[in-house]
């Protein structure tokens, strides 16, 4: 089975406080390409700081990322940000929807950003767009739409440059129950259908009903599985 994540000795360590704050301490972890993985801990537990690594947003202090064998540590700026802009969707509690444009749009941006062809941008954006049911919806803007679809926009857009990694983080956050049910089984499509391996932060216990593995980040380490 192909690993999608292989991460060794990761630590991060914030030194610009008055004193240095630890945010993860020698994680380890692999993950199985096209697996739906939740990364479960109390606020403060390093969950978004282990995205951000993990997304090269973020560098870590020691230890090494690989995300389908490629060394995270090993790549400059520019190189990260290509590396983003092909394989990695994000995905936020928040939506980060640009208010101004329309839900095709917002997805057809990230397509021009990472330099698709013109010819190919509108059919991939409708796609991705009747992946997440919003075809009738391709021409609304953000305030004409619910919170659910909302996020759906924000899911169609972070696979529209057909990633093999998407990171999720409070993904269902904003939802009510019955909406992050509907954004949490699309998740669980998605990766199916797709063989993207998915990370998801989150608080939510509904999720533990969709992925695949549930990890537990306590003060910045991964947790022993219960056995």
Same mark, same amino acid.
Request: proline fraction near 3%; charged fraction near 25%; hydrophobic fraction near 40%.
């Given at each position: 089975?192909t690993?999608a994540?292989?991460?060794q000795n990761?630590?991060?360590?914030y030194?610009?406080?008055a004193?240095?704050?630890?945010a ?7 993950? #199985? /390409?096209?697996?739906f993985v939740a990364?479960?801990g109390?606020? %403060?537990?390093?969950k *978004?700081t282990?995205?951000?690594?993990? %997304?090269?947003l973020d560098?870590?202090t020691? %230890?090494t990322?690989e995300?389908?064998?490629?060394? !995270?540590? @090993?790549?400059?700026?520019q190189?990260? @940000?290509?590396?983003r802009?092909?394989e990695v969707?994000?995905?936020f509690q928040s ?5 101004t444009l329309?839900a095709y ?7 021009r950003i990472?330099?698709?062809a013109? %010819?190919?941008?509108?059919g991939r954006?409708? $796609? ?8 009738k919806w #391709?021409d ?7 919170g659910?679809?909302? &996020?759906?926009v924000? +899911? /169609?857009r972070a ?8 990171l999720a983080?409070?993904?269902t956050? $904003?939802l009510d129950?019955? *909406?992050?049910?509907?954004?949490? #089984?699309?998740? &669980?499509?998605i #990766?199916?259908?797709?063989?993207? *391996?998915i !990370?998801l932060a989150?608080h ?7 992925v695949? $593995?549930?990890l537990?980040? $306590?003060?910045?380490? +991964?947790?022993?599985?219960?056995a």
């Amino acid at each position: 089975m192909t690993t999608a994540i292989h991460v060794q000795n990761l630590e991060r360590v914030y030194r610009s406080a008055a004193e240095p704050v630890v945010a993860l301490r020698g994680v380890n972890l692999e993950i #199985a /390409a096209g697996q739906f993985v939740a990364l479960k801990g109390r606020s %403060g537990s390093g969950k *978004t700081t282990l995205l951000n690594c993990l %997304g090269g947003l973020d560098q870590p202090t020691t %230890g090494t990322i690989e995300v389908y064998g490629r060394a !995270l540590h @090993t790549l400059d700026d520019q190189a990260l @940000t290509r590396w983003r802009q092909q394989e990695v969707g994000f995905i936020f509690q928040s939506f980060g929807l640009l208010p101004t444009l329309s839900a095709y749009e917002n997805v057809e941006l990230m397509l021009r950003i990472a330099g698709v062809a013109k %010819g190919e941008r509108n059919g991939r954006a409708r $796609e991705c767009l009747d992946m997440v049911g919003l075809s009738k919806w #391709a021409d609304h803007r953000p305030y004409e739409m619910s919170g659910g679809q909302q &996020q759906r926009v924000a +899911i /169609a857009r972070a696979i529209a440059n057909r990633p093999r990694l998407i990171l999720a983080d409070e993904a269902t956050g $904003e939802l009510d129950s019955e *909406t992050a049910r509907e954004i949490l #089984a699309l998740f &669980q499509a998605i #990766a199916r259908s797709r063989d993207l *391996t998915i !990370l998801l932060a989150s608080h939510d216990s509904l999720v533990d009903e969709y992925v695949d $593995e549930v990890l537990h980040l $306590e003060d910045g380490q +991964i947790a022993p599985q219960a056995a």
